[in-house]
């Protein structure tokens, strides 16, 4: 069970960003372009108390960091002196964001500040956040995301060997080739690589039409894929069941759920056997969890997308905990990196979600 954050008064005093950027150990080309480089914006919740929560943010575009911290400073504005109850604070701050939306860059800063504020709340409690929320820190599989972009054959089948250390036994391509037989050729590639014991998703980043996708999900079919990600636009959910439907191989959405509302929308449709959510889009911890109930209600396995560190703890009190997505995105920014063992995230048993960051290095990758 949940630790009540009553029991825990800690009051808001400040927020503070940091926007970096920081170059990606291998470049990763999507259907969507080739990103060499991560902007992150760094969130930090200071309370009355002394204690600092803390959080990151993918940007996407460098230029949305500015954005994000002036909805950050109308959240400090709402919420100083307030009592850190998340929940709470997110209905205040829905409430006065109704007309604009919490939609986009919205979202994101009030999914940012809901999860420093769970850390603050976990830290104080002297406990990891996985236990604060009623679980424990525990191993959680891991597929290795980091690279395998688009790019020639030969190159994938050396990135994908790559990949495998840390004895990771799954690891993620990336799709979207001009033709059918370029992605057999880049699937098969890599497959010849890393053998037929390695699990392989697969990601198209929404770039197929959904009778393309159908043919080419058909001919993928048999190429020993774990799931098919994302392989038309992010809310056809009527294209993505008729491809759940049709295909052999499970459909994996959720990186683009807005809210658990939208997850629920997809569920209603039928849309996808796995479940993906992502921290900042699903709405922070308080939006996971929602999440989380509503993957149990369905008894749809649930992964996560991007934020490693403080998705290992979620995962770990996820009831159908699937897959953990990892990306090394935060090691250079923080004082201990994610762990991974045996193709397993660790998650941090420090009190709250291990975020500390290393402060020469937010200075080095600071945007100017």
């Not at 799709?175 to 998703?201: H, W």
């Not at 439907?245 to 997809?266: D, I, K, W």
């Not at 900042?280 to 560190?309: T, Y």
């Amino acid at each position: 069970m949940t630790i009540d954050p009553a029991i825990l008064p800690l009051r808001v005093r400040a927020i503070r960003a940091s926007a970096v950027e920081v170059p990606l150990t291998y470049v990763l080309g999507t259907s969507a372009g080739a990103v060499r480089n991560a902007p992150l914006l760094l969130v930090d919740v200071d309370t009355e108390e002394g204690i600092t929560g803390r959080s990151y943010l993918f940007c996407y575009l460098p230029a949305a960091a500015a954005a994000i911290v002036s909805i950050l400073g109308e959240i400090e504005r709402l919420a100083k002196g307030e009592r850190i109850d998340p929940q709470a604070l997110w209905a205040k701050l829905a409430k006065r964001f109704t007309l604009i939306g919490v939609q986009g860059i919205v979202r994101m800063a009030m999914a940012g500040f809901d999860v420093a504020c769970w850390d603050a709340l976990a830290i104080a409690a002297g406990l990891p956040l996985a236990t604060f929320l009623g679980a424990e820190p525990r191993p959680i599989p891991a597929y290795n995301s980091c690279g395998l972009g688009l790019m020639d054959t030969a190159a994938l089948a050396d990135e994908a060997e790559k990949l495998l250390a840390g004895g990771f036994n799954a690891v993620k391509l990336r799709l979207g080739y001009p033709t059918l037989q370029e992605d057999l050729a880049a699937v098969r590639a890599v497959r010849k690589r890393i053998g037929d014991s390695v699990l392989l998703m697969v990601d198209y980043n929404q770039v197929l039409g959904a009778d393309e996708a159908l043919i080419r999900g058909r001919a993928l079919d048999g190429e020993n894929i774990y799931w098919l990600e994302e392989p038309i636009r992010h809310d056809d959910y009527a294209g993505a069941a008729r491809l759940a439907r049709e295909l052999n191989m499970p459909v994996q959405l959720g990186e683009n759920f807005s809210l658990a509302a939208g997850m629920a929308m997809a569920i209603e449709y039928k849309a996808c056997d796995y479940v993906m959510p992502d921290l900042e889009r699903i709405g922070g911890v308080s939006g996971w969890r929602a999440a989380a109930e509503l993957a149990a209600a369905n008894k749809l396995q649930m992964s996560s997308h991007l934020f490693p560190e403080v998705s290992a703890h979620l995962l770990a009190a996820t009831p159908t905990c699937h897959f953990l997505e990892y990306v090394d995105w935060a090691n250079v920014l923080v004082e201990e990196p994610l762990a991974i063992v045996d193709g397993h995230a660790v998650p941090s048993n420090r009190p709250g979600n291990g975020l500390v960051w290393k402060k020469d290095a937010v200075e080095h990758f600071r945007m100017r």
